[in-house]
């Protein structure tokens, strides 16, 4: 067990931290244009993916103008056009209650994120390490910065998968290394994981996890990441899944590697697509 240190709760503390996640999120910030998305599988979505990976090298991208919806942004529901993060104020505050947990127990080890889109959540987790004063415990980013990988014939789950089409999902890691620059967040206490999950984390120089936040969305990416990972979560820590109620494949994963190691934790919901549960 880490010393036990009580998170500070102090006005200032819980100001810096409210700010940076509606910062983080934009919510309230975006002003009236929103990215629009076009649904999978459709004639129009079709012919966007072909413009943008025609022009891949460019930032481009169609927004409309809409009032800014604060329930949507709140649960993670939109895509924010210019946010670190679409994971909304709910998850957000849900890394701020496990950090600080792990924190004030005295639980060993350091945050990981496995599929960190433009860093936003992981810039949240070492401001709060930040805020608290800690400066034992690592924020680890592991991402292809690529975007997501085909699906592989090995899973039955990710068949039909289209998330490796999505190149709005592939952020370079120079990107996100100036996202956390932008909020003076980027230092020794952050290390990047650049490549497919299968090759970067079973050779991962972690040694214990407190918190272990899953985010790649597919069967594969999460099984990737729950067999090298979970076995370093520390008892008391996290485990934290972005897309359990989101992406049926991701969620397969959970429930085929829960049954496989007879782990019966009660998962509790965080919104409509997010769940945890504390390691035992």
């Known amino acids: 067990m880490f ?20 910062m ?9 244009n929103v990215t629009v998305k076009f649904k999978p599988r459709t004639y129009e979505g079709y012919l966007w993916n072909l413009l943008r990976v025609a022009t891949r090298e460019r930032d481009i991208r169609i ?81 292809s910065f690529q975007g997501l990988p085909a699906p592989d014939a090995k899973f039955e789950a990710d068949a039909g998968d289209q998330h490796y089409t999505k190149i709005d999902l592939a952020i370079s890691l120079e ?15 952050v290390q990047f994981l650049k490549g497919w999950f299968s090759d970067t984390l079973p050779d991962a120089p972690i040694d214990k996890l407190a918190v272990l936040r899953l985010d790649g969305d597919m069967y594969a990416s999460t099984m990737d990441a729950l067999d090298a990972l979970y076995d370093k979560l520390q008892p008391g820590g996290y485990l934290i899944v972005d897309d359990y ?19 019966t934790d009660e998962i509790h919901d965080i919104d409509w697509a997010s769940v945890y549960w504390r390691k035992s």
């Not at 983080?24 to 009236?32: I, K, W």
Request: charged residues 30%; hydrophobic residues 40%.
């Open 3 to 22: 010393p036990t240190v009580t998170a500070e709760k102090s006005p200032a503390v819980d100001l810096y931290l409210d700010t940076l996640a509606k």
């Open 245 to 263: 109620n989101a992406v049926r494949g991701c969620k397969l994963a959970i429930h085929d590697f829960r049954d496989a190691h007879g782990i």
């Open 63 to 143: 927004v409309e103008s809409g009032e800014f919806d604060a329930e949507t942004r709140e649960v993670g529901r939109d895509w924010p056009a210019d946010a670190e993060t679409m994971v909304g104020l709910k998850r957000l505050a849900n890394v701020r209650m496990a950090l600080e947990s792990v924190i004030e127990d005295g639980v060993e080890g350091d945050f990981i994120e496995t599929g960190a889109w433009r860093g936003g959540t992981c810039i949240y987790a070492r401001a709060i390490l930040a805020a608290h004063g800690v400066t034992d415990r690592t924020v680890w980013v592991a991402d």
């Open 175 to 189: 990107q996100v290394q100036e996202n956390f620059r932008r909020y003076d967040l980027l230092d020794e206490q």
């Open 24 to 32: 983080l999120t934009r919510y309230g910030f975006e002003g009236r």
